[in-house]
């Protein structure tokens, strides 16, 4: 398809989706003549998990022995966490290790110990397939679980980087007391057991400090049991090194992801309206610990099969032809309209997801 043929003027939705898929993958193909180490997808996969594991390993150890600011130590492992998240979904469309299951499932088992605030990635796996074949529709649960199509507010702010706070308040929305319980036994099933003990860890880090500045304020501290004390000695410290940084990377994640994709008003099937472009300078804070999800994702949706250092690679090259062939770049409107593509009434979203990322 040449660039006179492919100008998009003349071309359905379905022929530009195909020319950006057509062009972003001969970008790949060039890529890989260029630098043959990228041929070898499967040690790449497997390196790069290596890497981040021991970061964060050696990242804990420094914070643990004082010889690292606690801040430092956070920001780092959620950096490292979202390098095991890019591997969690290259994994669930068989990147690594395709014929060989005990490698691809040890991968996945090491991913999810890396980020234990994620629901079973081997559930995860038929609720991303799905988000492909249905995204920005009532039926992609996966997205819809990070609240996207939900309108902005209090309720979106506090369910956007909670993944059980996000179906506590679900719950609460659902209008029969069956709903309420089919919510309950699907949480338990998705996030049984890392992360309950993530959220349950975090909020009771949350609550003992809560309720220690509120007796400091009124002159009456509270005197703990020396159990209970050594108990959140080590919530502290888990706080530090897996905790909190993948309560950051799950807030940066969702906060970009669920505000790149459209939902509502999509065509079914029609890949150009499924997601924008979302790199503007002041999300970059946020972007750090998502590996620059809002800038690269959307060419995931059109070229499904690139691992995501290769989908990084391409950036330039893709988004040239993107924009070229009509997608949207930095729409800011999203945010006013739900996620929707065009403006139009927007009620809340009652059912029940469950988040995944």
Not at 63 to 78: E, F, K, Q, R
Not at 125 to 133: I, S, Y
Not at 201 to 214: E, I, R
Request: hydrophobic share 50%; glycine share 6%; aromatic share 12%.
């Amino acid at each position: 398809m040449d660039g006179t043929s492919a100008s998009p003027q003349r071309l359905n939705a379905a022929q530009r989706s195909a020319h950006i898929r057509e062009v972003v993958l001969a970008k790949g193909v060039e890529l890989r003549q260029r630098y043959p180490v990228l041929n070898h997808q499967d040690a790449i996969g497997a390196g790069i998990l290596a890497f981040a594991l021991a970061g964060m390993i050696a990242s804990a150890m420094l914070y643990i022995n004082g010889s690292m600011a606690w801040w430092m130590c956070l920001l780092l492992n959620a950096f490292f966490a979202s390098l095991t998240h890019e591997l969690e979904h290259d994994l669930i469309h068989s990147m690594y290790f395709r014929k060989q299951r005990v490698p691809h499932n040890l991968m996945m088992g090491l991913v999810w110990l890396a980020r234990p605030s994620t629901i079973n990635p081997w559930i995860r796996r038929h609720l991303h397939l799905n988000h492909h074949k249905f995204s920005g529709t009532e039926a992609d649960m996966e997205e819809r679980a990070i609240t996207n199509g939900e309108p902005w507010g209090f309720a979106r702010l506090l369910m956007v980087g909670d993944n059980l706070m996000s179906a506590f308040i679900r719950m609460l929305r659902a209008k029969t007391w069956a709903h309420k319980l089919s919510i309950c036994k699907r949480v338990l099933k998705v996030y049984a057991p890392l992360a309950l003990l993530h959220w349950g860890a975090w909020y009771v880090f949350l609550g003992f400090h809560a309720a220690n500045g509120v007796a400091w304020l009124l002159g009456v501290p509270i005197d703990w049991s020396a159990s209970a004390l050594s108990v959140m000695l080590v919530i502290d410290i888990a706080v530090v090194v897996i905790i909190g940084p993948n309560v950051l990377r799950t807030f940066c994640l969702h906060f970009v992801s669920s505000n790149m994709h459209y939902y509502g008003d999509v065509e079914p099937g029609n890949v150009i309206q499924q997601t924008q472009v979302l790199n503007p300078w002041w999300m970059w804070p946020l972007q750090a610990f998502c590996f620059n999800f809002g800038s690269s994702h959307g060419i995931h949706h059109f070229v499904v099969k690139e691992p995501f250092y290769i989908r990084q690679m391409t950036v330039p090259v893709a988004h040239k032809v993107m924009r070229e062939m009509g997608v949207r770049f930095n729409d800011f409107g999203t945010f006013g309209r739900a996620n929707r593509f065009v403006q139009q009434d927007v009620p809340v979203t009652r059912k029940m997801p469950v988040a995944s990322g």
